[in-house]
């Protein structure tokens, strides 16, 4: 299984401002995957980032409010800008499994609270 | 579409307990299905995973089968301990869009 660390694990923001978060893999992966958990719900898949191109946005979320780059294949940023309090929730990212598609590993995510 | 619904928590039950968290789920095609855990402060760790109907996946004395008929993967343990204490996540996943559909989560408190 990959380990997979984000930065930071926590932030306290403001409203306005934005917030990169940072997670690295350690080993080379095709996809990465962005995940948001809204305080006491479920999972909500953001986005998938692919190496050397552009990510494919989920229903409801957009390139310019979520910015993600990925420019090598253990590494990946997602922005979030123009912060809201409603914006407060956990962020994760993930990694496919070794052997296909069969399961994903999570990284211990990145708590945000926007006042 | 695709979708997961599982029982709402808390759920609190004494150690040595039985324990049935209930999961069914919706798929349009061949799905696969997974239990995932959040330790308090943690991030999610798959706990166990089942690719096809009749399939059982077991980890840490948890099982869950996937029944096509019923559309469900309910996850069991015999005997709960302290330590199982988190919040519990049925996922399905289909192969050919690789994409995980995550149900609401439910938290089991143990209590010794």
């Known amino acids: 299984s990959a380990v997979i660390s984000q930065k930071p694990s926590r932030d306290i923001c403001q409203r306005g401002t934005s917030l990169t978060i940072q997670c690295q893999v350690d080993s080379q992966v095709t996809m990465m995957f962005w995940y948001r958990q809204q305080p006491g719900q479920s999972l909500t898949l953001i986005a998938t980032a692919n190496q050397g191109s552009e990510a494919t946005y989920e229903s409801g979320f957009v390139i310019d409010k979520f910015p993600i780059s990925r420019p090598n294949l253990t590494f990946s940023t997602l922005t979030v800008s123009n912060m809201s309090p409603e914006d407060s929730s956990i962020y994760l990212c993930s990694v496919e499994g070794d052997r296909g598609r069969y399961e994903q590993f999570f990284g211990p995510g990145t708590r945000l609270t926007v006042l | ?112």
Not at chain 2, 48 to 66: C, P, Q, R, V
Request: neutral net charge.
């Open chain 2, 1 to 112: 579409g695709n979708s997961v619904t599982q029982m709402e928590g808390p759920v609190t039950l004494s150690e040595e307990a039985f324990l049935t968290i209930n999961c069914t789920y919706t798929a349009t095609g061949y799905p696969s299905l997974f239990w995932y855990v959040q330790y308090p402060g943690e991030g999610l760790q798959l706990l166990l995973k089942a690719t096809k109907a009749d399939d059982k996946g077991s980890n840490k004395g948890f099982e869950a089968t996937y029944r096509k008929e019923t559309t469900s993967f309910h996850l069991e343990k015999g005997s709960v301990q302290v330590s199982d204490s988190a919040v519990y996540f049925c996922a399905l996943s289909e192969i050919n869009f690789n994409k995980f559909y995550f149900g609401s989560g439910t938290k089991l408190n143990v209590k010794p």
